[in-house]
């Protein structure tokens, strides 16, 4: 699924090396740090909305990650361990030391990691339909693997006759996600394996659950054991939304996420009121 992004001359986006990598990133609003992370094969564009929405009631960061939008690839096939290096060095670039995060789909994955074994780096946990459960794997999921095998071998023994064969069985066999990765399928085999269901109870800041009831891409009962799983986790549904689903209800998922990343009576850091959050009569996809 594509999100529907903001336009990049809207965005007023900036660049910072991190690690050797040359990183957009921006910042907006006016309060507590919030860091924003965006799903695979997403960028600043896709989680703006999530951005302008908390801005209200933070001081809010988003970043292309590494080998998305136009920060650089990462050097090799990076796990969910490297990202969350990544993510961390990120905050000391620009002298963050503390921030709730706001992880989407993959980028859920990585701020579950970093809540878990960083505690003193976040704040608060949103996670918004967000992956980190390896699903059950099904008869489709060993048939992937097992052409993904066939394609491997012969496009190393065969010559170009085998490279040709290995391209038509990921294109027969491969998620969308695979297909449209590149050189970046590594890294997505890599993250898509890793299942962090170990690290939830170890996660200790308050956490908020948003998921779309309708999400395919990482369903409902995901979240539910994620619930059950985190110490101090809360789930709230949005009925009718899918896998982005603060594309599909804005206004009311700004509302929800800015009610708990700066409760009513919480102040900017020099005193000031936060402004109120967002209002609106009704959300718009």
């Known amino acids: 699924m594509t999100a529907r992004r903001a336009s990049a001359s809207a965005l007023d986006a900036r660049f910072i090396d991190v690690g050797g990598l040359r990183t957009r990133y921006l910042v907006r609003g006016a309060g507590p740090p919030v860091l924003v992370l965006h ?8 989680v703006f909305p999530i951005v302008t929405g908390l801005a209200p009631v933070a001081t809010v960061y988003a970043l292309d990650l590494p080998g998305f939008g136009s920060t650089e690839k990462p050097p090799s096939p990076w796990g969910v361990e490297d990202y969350q290096t990544f993510v961390a060095a990120f905050m000391n670039a620009v002298d963050v030391d503390r921030a709730a995060i706001v992880g989407h789909s993959n980028g859920g994955r990585i701020a579950i990691r970093m809540a878990s074994t960083e505690p003193r780096r976040v704040s608060r946990l949103v996670l918004v339909d967000s992956a980190g459960i390896r699903p059950k794997r099904t008869l489709r999921y060993y048939r992937r693997v097992a052409l993904a095998k066939i394609g491997k071998y012969a496009a190393r023994f065969l010559g170009a006759p085998g490279e040709r064969l290995r391209a038509a069985l990921i294109a027969r066999a491969g998620s969308a996600d695979y297909l449209a990765a590149g050189l970046m399928r590594p890294t997505l085999v890599r993250l898509v394996n890793a299942d962090l ?8 800041v308050p956490t908020l659950l948003v998921w779309g009831s309708q999400d395919t891409d990482t369903p409902l009962p995901a979240a539910r054991e994620m619930e059950r799983l985190i110490p101090d986790a809360g789930l709230v549904v949005l009925e009718g939304a899918g896998h982005y689903s603060y594309l599909d209800q804005p206004s009311r998922f700004a509302r929800i996420v800015s009610h708990f990343i700066a409760p009513p009576g919480a102040s900017r850091e020099d005193g000031a009121p936060l402004a109120a959050g967002p209002e609106s009569e009704g959300d718009s996809s």
């Open 197 to 204: 269901r170990s690290l939830m109870p170890r996660i200790a």
């Open 39 to 46: 799903g695979w094969g997403a960028c600043i564009e896709a």
